[in-house]
C-alpha cells in the first residue's frame, strides 16, 4: 500500500512558475512508476507527465511539453513536478499517481494508487 500525498499548488499569474511535490509512503518508493494527471472543471482527468522509476525516462502530455519538468528523488520519496510559463488553461487540480510495474503509461486506470490532489490556479 502506497499513500501518497502533494502539496505546492497556489494561484498565481500566467507566465509564472510553481513546483508541486509528491511524497509517498512505504520502503518500495523506487519500484513504483509515477505519474502527474490534472482535472479542470467539467473536464476529465488528463495525462501531464510520468517518470519511470529510474528516473531514466519521461513522457509528458502535448500541451505540456518543454514548460513542464518531472522529476524524482528517491532517497526522499518524492517526485516532481516543476511548472514553467503557466497559462490560464493550465488551471486544474493535479494529482500524483503511483503505478507498481515498468513503464510509463499514460492511461489513468493504469495507476493504482492516487493523492488527494493540489489545486493550481493561474491567473490571466
Known amino acids: 500500500q502506497v499513500q501518497l500525498v502533494e502539496s505546492g499548488g497556489g494561484l498565481v499569474q500566467a507566465g509564472g512558475s510553481l513546483r508541486l511535490s509528491c511524497t509517498a509512503s512505504g520502503r518500495t518508493f523506487n519500484t513504483y512508476t509515477m505519474g502527474w494527471f490534472r482535472q479542470a472543471p467539467g473536464k476529465e482527468r488528463e495525462f501531464v507527465a510520468g517518470i519511470s522509476w529510474s528516473g531514466g525516462s519521461t513522457d509528458y502530455g502535448d500541451s505540456v511539453k518543454g514548460r513542464f519538468t518531472i522529476s524524482r528523488d528517491n532517497a526522499k520519496n518524492t517526485v516532481y513536478l516543476r511548472m514553467n510559463s503557466l497559462k490560464p488553461e493550465d488551471t486544474a487540480v493535479y494529482y500524483c499517481?503511483?503505478?507498481?510495474?515498468?513503464?510509463?503509461?499514460?492511461?489513468?486506470?493504469?495507476?493504482?494508487?492516487w493523492g488527494q490532489g493540489t489545486q493550481v490556479t493561474v491567473s490571466s
Open positions: 499517481a503511483a503505478r507498481e510495474g515498468r513503464g510509463i503509461i499514460r492511461n489513468r486506470g493504469s495507476y493504482n494508487y
